[in-house]
């Protein structure tokens, strides 16, 4: 299945996800690649990233964009040339794209009991839910929790920001799909609105800097 979904969010902000189901050669004929981008898809060690990175193409070809409009800041952070704001995800089968008037982050993740193994590198304060830690329900949040610290990056990509000791997360419900997250970098302190949703086996973030 190729393009799967919208989520408008607002009036200007929007979310497109992409099911990859096509194989890498579908793909590669169907998007224009500018060299740089040829030579960053040459190089990738599997053919999994190379279909999301295609697949983040065509969900800019959705939108009347191509991949010359993209280009990518020191960081790593991609822009679009005409000053919308758009943050990238892709993960194994899904790839999604946000465009938005605002800095908007976004991040998708495969639901894996592997998170609770990592989950030490990421969270400390979150482990409010202790008293889940053997359920689905711990993976669930823990997910979004990598999430939102792998999104709140993306919109502050500064150099030194840790996952566990600057971005914290406040308690939320799954069914709730949202919270707020606070970064506390270098003595400034940010609050984010955070949102979420599951697909399929996946857990999408999107959020942004809350107006102060
Ligand atoms: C950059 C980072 C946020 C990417 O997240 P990820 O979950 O690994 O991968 P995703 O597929 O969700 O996101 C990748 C996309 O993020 C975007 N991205 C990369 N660097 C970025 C930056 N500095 N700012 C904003 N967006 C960035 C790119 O668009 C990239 O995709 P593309 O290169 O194919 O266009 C992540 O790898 C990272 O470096 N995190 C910070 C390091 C850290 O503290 N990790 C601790 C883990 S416990």
Known sequence: MPFYQQINVDDATS???????ET????????????VSLARLEGMKSES??????????LLQHNGYTDFDLYYD????????DGVNISISHSFDFSVIVLSDKNVGIDLELRRDLVKKIAYK?????FVYESQHNSEEFVRKLTV??????????????VGISFKDHIFVRPFEIKDEKTTALLDFNAVKREFLVYFTEIEKYTLVWLWEKES
Request: net charge neutral; hydrophobic share 45%; glycine share 6%.
């Open 145 to 158: 929790i990598w999430g939102v610290k792998e999104a709140v990056f993306k919109v502050r990509n500064e």
């Open 122 to 126: 990421f969270a400390e304060e979150e």
């Open 74 to 81: 020191e960081f790593g952070k991609p822009h679009l040339k």
């Open 15 to 21: 979310i497109y996800v992409w099911k990859i189901s």
């Open 24 to 35: 890498f050669d579908d793909l590669f004929q169907s998007v224009s690649l500018k060299d």
């Open 49 to 58: 990233h190379q279909k999301g990175f295609m697949a983040v193409r065509m």
